[in-house]
């Protein structure tokens, strides 16, 4: 059964004995678990990774059925499954294991994924998509945030933060909780005291390599390559970040095909574009069509889904399609 997350206050979610969630927002997936299927201290929680499940599959399917370990309820979580877990979920059901509730976390599935289809049409399991927090969402998060601990910062700050952190609540809790350490202890705090204390200070030298490779300003971006030493495990921020400012300049691209006025474009977007980034914001949307970053997003789409599979070379193709969009032309 599919429910929305908007959905969930409104649904007995106990009813369900398996969960599926899905996509690419860790954080949300991280606040459904916490505050609404596991927020029971006494009951027992086990957590596994997929790989954890199938190498002991025998053992962990046995323990399941005797309950020896198990005292009242259970729930076992299991990170970071694929099509490989089915076997088991279709275990679970066939034995009619009691007393015993399954959540499994997934990043993004395809609409053909038998997983996914197995939980969207069986009444008894919760399939639940998450996905990257628009920036809206972020900067409610982050004024209640301010507001609730009584600092006062102001609307720049707000939209510097939420910008930085690529769709995703969990990073930006991880980040505000630094910040009222440091606010504690100091009394007050600026953007270049938050830049320093927090990760954003990375995740802004990522924001600038997107920024002239959309300008397509090929020199500049060749250098912030070179001079970061980015990890494969960066390749998701990476093309996360991408994909958010490519929807972004499209958006104003389109806007801006309406109004003919550049600087009006800018000026009234929402939300507020930091005052910075005006300049190389009106870059990107001079260097492309609509059509075409459109395009670009699909393309953008496709390289996450060659990433999340484990390519080795996961770099070398990023940085070739970085490479590659810094020189294409007409567009």
């Known amino acids: 059964m599919i429910i929305k997350v908007y959905e969930i206050k409104k649904i007995n979610l106990k009813k369900f004995n398996s969960y599926l969630i899905y996509g690419e927002n860790e954080g949300l997936k ?6 609404n299927l596991s927020n029971n201290s006494s009951i027992i929680t086990n957590k596994y990774d997929e790989k954890e499940i199938l190498n002991n599959y025998d053992y962990i399917i046995s323990n399941l059925l005797n309950k020896s370990f198990f005292e009242n309820e259970k729930i076992v979580i299991i990170f970071r499954v694929t099509e490989k877990i089915l076997r088991f979920i279709n275990e679970f059901y066939d034995k009619k294991i009691d007393d015993v509730k399954i959540i499994l976390c997934a990043d993004k599935l395809e609409k053909k994924s038998k997983l996914r289809l197995f939980f969207e049409k069986n009444n008894y399991a919760a399939c639940i998509p998450v996905y990257s927090d628009d920036n809206k969402t972020l900067r409610t998060i982050t004024s209640n945030f301010f507001r609730d601990n009584n600092i006062k ?8 933060i939420s910008d930085k952190c690529n769709g995703d609540r969990g990073h930006l809790n991880k980040e505000l909780s630094k910040i009222k350490i440091y606010f504690e202890s100091n009394g007050s705090i600026n953007i270049k005291e938050i830049s320093a204390l927090t990760n954003l200070s990375q995740n802004f030298s990522v924001s600038e390599l997107i920024d002239n ?3 397509k300003n090929r020199n500049r971006t060749i250098k912030i390559l070179n001079e970061n030493k980015y990890t494969p495990e960066d390749s998701i921020l990476i093309i996360r970040t991408f994909l958010s400012k490519t929807k972004r300049v499209l958006d104003l691209r389109k806007s801006y095909e309406i109004s003919k006025d550049i600087d009006q474009t800018i000026n009234t977007y929402k939300p507020p574009i930091f005052w910075k980034d005006k300049e190389i914001v009106k870059m990107q949307i001079s260097k ?3 059509q075409n970053l459109e395009k670009l997003i699909i393309k953008i789409n496709e390289i996450e889904l060659m990433i999340k599979r484990g390519s080795t070379n996961s770099l070398n ?5 970085i490479l590659g969009i810094c020189i294409e032309t007409n567009n």
């Open 213 to 215: 490779c959309l300008s």
């Open 317 to 321: 193709i990023l940085y070739d399609f």
């Open 30 to 35: 991280n606040e459904i678990i916490q505050n």
């Open 288 to 290: 492309w069509k609509a």
């Open 153 to 160: 910062i102001s609307s720049e700050i707000v939209n510097f």
